[in-house]
């Protein structure tokens, strides 16, 4: 009988959450389509929760759209998601805004405010998508007061389905032709609107997407992760998520 009792592993962190925004999921997409179920079964199911940081979806036109082939693939892999006993957390981007109650329902997703701090791993960490404090583009914010604005949504969402679509590809269009004509610096968030949220809300971790520029900020109040966006389809591969372990340390990954 050997004198020494035998080494045993050191326990692997857990996967306490998992963060991602900025997928455009759509039919002219598959490539990234399939990245994200991948992460979806092999990722997110050995997560505790999974955090969708908006604009998950290129455009949602109404929760009436859920059985479109494309949407009810991506519903039906979130559900499995939730029904595996991950935690399912959605909050609205630019894009997606207009995701309701049904869409929580048919995926079992908690829908969260444009503003939320969750307690991950025992620390307090401010969500949000990132579009709200980009508030040097005033044509941008102008747009946005008016299409968040509940009677404008009710009055949008009253029309027919293909009505909205055509309306929502029309202002597809429009943004893209006026990105052009904007700079980076422009479209990326404002310094002080970022400084006032930590204030605000007493964190020193924010997280949040958007932007398409990911990164990990310094601030004076504390730490900023950018989240990237994904395009798998393209010639360049974007794309990935962050994960915080049960100690809370923040990781970086990409898919394969």
């Given at each position: 009988?050997?004198?020494?009792?035998?080494?045993?592993?050191?326990?692997?962190?857990?996967?306490?959450?998992?963060?991602?925004?900025?997928?455009?999921?759509?039919?002219?997409?598959?490539?990234?389509?399939?990245?994200?179920?991948?992460?979806?079964?092999?990722?997110?199911?050995?997560?505790?929760?999974?955090?969708?940081?908006?604009?998950?979806?290129?455009y949602w036109a109404g929760d009436d759209d859920i059985d479109a082939p494309f949407n009810?693939?991506?519903?039906?892999?979130?559900?499995?998601?939730?029904?595996?006993?991950?935690?399912?957390?959605?909050?609205?981007?630019?894009?997606?805004?207009?995701?309701?109650?049904?869409?929580?329902?048919?995926?079992?997703?908690?829908?969260?405010?444009?503003?939320?701090?969750?307690?991950?791993?025992?620390?307090?960490?401010?969500?949000?998508?990132?579009?709200?404090?980009?508030?040097?583009?005033?044509?941008?914010?102008?747009?946005?007061?008016?299409?968040?604005?509940?009677?404008?949504?009710?009055?949008f969402l009253a029309k027919p389905l293909a009505e909205r679509k055509a309306i929502i590809?029309?202002?597809?269009?429009?943004?893209?032709?006026?990105?052009?004509?904007?700079?980076?610096?422009?479209?990326?968030?404002?310094?002080?609107?970022?400084?006032?949220?930590?204030?605000?809300?007493?964190?020193?971790?924010?997280?949040?997407?958007?932007?398409?520029?990911?990164?990990?900020?310094?601030?004076?109040?504390?730490?900023?992760?950018?989240?990237?966006?994904?395009?798998?389809?393209?010639?360049?591969?974007?794309?990935?998520?962050?994960?915080?372990?049960?100690s809370g340390r923040l990781s970086r990954h990409a898919p394969d």
């Amino acid at each position: 009988m050997s004198a020494n009792p035998p080494v045993e592993p050191k326990a692997q962190p857990q996967t306490a959450a998992l963060f991602v925004s900025d997928i455009h999921l759509c039919p002219q997409m598959p490539k990234t389509a399939a990245a994200f179920f991948r992460f979806l079964h092999e990722q997110a199911r050995h997560a505790q929760a999974l955090y969708l940081l908006g604009d998950i979806f290129e455009y949602w036109a109404g929760d009436d759209d859920i059985d479109a082939p494309f949407n009810r693939s991506v519903v039906d892999a979130l559900r499995a998601l939730a029904d595996a006993g991950v935690a399912l957390y959605w909050m609205a981007g630019n894009r997606d805004f207009l995701a309701g109650d049904g869409f929580a329902q048919a995926t079992g997703a908690i829908l969260l405010p444009d503003l939320h701090v969750a307690d991950v791993a025992g620390q307090r960490v401010l969500l949000l998508h990132g579009d709200a404090q980009c508030t040097d583009d005033h044509d941008y914010m102008a747009f946005r007061a008016q299409v968040r604005n509940p009677d404008w949504q009710r009055a949008f969402l009253a029309k027919p389905l293909a009505e909205r679509k055509a309306i929502i590809e029309g202002m597809r269009e429009g943004s893209r032709d006026a990105q052009r004509e904007k700079t980076m610096a422009i479209m990326d968030v404002n310094s002080g609107a970022i400084a006032r949220l930590f204030a605000e809300h007493r964190v020193s971790l924010m997280i949040h997407g958007h932007t398409h520029r990911p990164d990990t900020h310094q601030h004076d109040s504390g730490v900023r992760h950018v989240l990237t966006d994904w395009d798998c389809d393209g010639p360049v591969l974007r794309g990935g998520w962050l994960a915080a372990d049960d100690s809370g340390r923040l990781s970086r990954h990409a898919p394969d």
